[in-house]
């Protein structure tokens, strides 16, 4: 527990939150930009609002988002003598990389709650959407949550072990990249890769009343799938800690 309430301390003051609260305000900005442009025209309303708005979100924004918060989360440790003053405390390597991926996973889930209070404020003040956001929304931005974690995992674990800022992050645009591109072709290597694992969660249920779907093909807000996505990503996790753990003892970094 010391590990984990010291990240909370030092995100006190952290540049985190910036990416916290711009990368959804933007995500859902972009999709309420075209009713916005139209005079709040919006064919299916808030499913219409919701799916602009985390199809943008899902497949671009989140994963790099949490890479920017992973090097951000690491960078303090990476500067001067920090390194070793954090790994030579009488701490086992397992709570201090457990700690930073709950740190980044904390802040994962505020980015998915910035997204649906934006879309809700947008929806309500500026389309003047009736209603509110559909129940459905709010169900799977849960599991959006429960995904994000194994790229928590992973993000934490490049950016401890590269010194650079910039390159976990580029290798999350990369993998992002990539796992859109085999969501969107309908293969099955999407959901073995986090971050294709946290894009799938984003499109859950995501169909107009129209029958149109997004990009590619998305699941149903079921039990199915659900418990797909909750075990895939507690499964993910573990063999991600687990082997970031691995990585650092190996490296001896303490001395």
């Not at 859902?28 to 442009?37: E, K, N, P, R, Y």
């Not at 929304?137 to 934490?156: D, G, H, T």
Request: charged content about 10%; glycine content about 8%; proline content about 3%.
């Amino acid at each position: 527990m010391g590990s984990l309430r010291a990240e909370f301390l030092k995100l006190r003051r952290s540049m985190s939150w910036a990416v916290v609260v711009l990368l959804p305000v933007i995500a859902a900005l972009a999709g309420a930009m075209a009713g916005l442009t139209e005079g709040g025209a919006l064919a299916d309303g808030w499913h219409t609002l919701w799916i602009r708005s985390i199809g943008f979100h899902g497949m671009a924004l989140l994963p790099v988002g949490i890479a920017l918060l992973a090097s951000l989360v690491w960078r303090v440790e990476h500067t001067g003598g920090n390194w070793n003053a954090l790994m030579g405390r009488p701490v086992p390597t397992a709570q201090v990389v457990i700690a930073k991926t709950v740190a980044v996973s904390v802040l994962a889930a505020a980015m998915q709650a910035v997204l649906v209070a934006t879309v809700i404020v947008l929806g309500t003040l500026a389309l003047g959407l009736a209603g509110t956001l559909p129940a459905g929304y709010w169900a799977s931005s849960l599991v959006v949550i429960v995904a994000c974690v194994p790229v928590a995992a992973l993000q934490s674990g490049l950016s401890a072990l590269l010194r650079s800022f910039a390159a976990p992050v580029a290798v999350a645009f990369v993998l992002t990249g990539l796992s859109t591109t085999l969501l969107m072709t309908g293969a099955d290597a999407a959901s073995v890769l986090p971050y294709g694992l946290a894009t799938r969660a984003t499109q859950l249920g995501t169909v107009l009343v129209s029958g149109e779907a997004t990009a590619f093909d998305a699941a149903a807000l079921s039990a199915e799938s659900v418990l797909f996505l909750a075990l895939t990503s507690a499964v993910m996790t573990v063999i991600i800690v687990a082997a970031t753990v691995a990585v650092i003892d190996r490296r001896d970094i303490r001395a």
